[in-house]
């Protein structure tokens, strides 16, 4: 698979998913604490929030690689910036992931 078709199928995945969230968080401002708990625990929400940081990273990793290919001249440089946003695409979804699934 190349760059140009995972970038895509990455934005038609995150695309619903940003809608879906924000429209819920959105929803959930006027709801009373219970509300919001019962919310955040369902099985549903926390599935697709994983899916929307996983598929969200990777979409950023991608498209950071692309600008870093193209404005960073020094290989050096750009084989770190590469590893750190990798380690990064990795590393932060998964602290999430796994806060997400134990509540803290």
């Given at each position: 698979?190349?760059?140009?078709?995972?970038?895509?199928?990455?934005?038609?995945?995150?695309?619903?998913?940003?809608?879906?969230?924000?429209?819920?968080?959105?929803?959930?401002?006027?709801?009373?604490?219970?509300?919001?708990?019962?919310?955040?625990?369902?099985?549903?929400?926390?599935?697709?929030?994983?899916?929307?940081?996983?598929?969200?990273?990777?979409?950023?990793?991608?498209?950071?690689?692309?600008?870093?290919?193209?404005?960073?001249?020094n290989e050096r440089v750009k084989n770190v910036t590469n590893l750190l946003t990798l380690l990064l695409s990795i590393i932060v979804p998964?602290?999430?992931?796994?806060?997400?699934?134990?509540?803290?």
């Amino acid at each position: 698979m190349d760059i140009t078709k995972s970038k895509c199928t990455s934005a038609i995945i995150v695309a619903p998913l940003i809608v879906w969230f924000c429209v819920s968080l959105i929803s959930l401002s006027t709801s009373n604490y219970n509300e919001i708990i019962n919310f955040f625990g369902n099985t549903l929400f926390s599935w697709l929030t994983i899916i929307l940081l996983v598929a969200g990273f990777f979409h950023a990793r991608i498209g950071l690689n692309e600008i870093f290919e193209d404005y960073i001249h020094n290989e050096r440089v750009k084989n770190v910036t590469n590893l750190l946003t990798l380690l990064l695409s990795i590393i932060v979804p998964l602290i999430t992931i796994i806060l997400l699934l134990y509540k803290f």
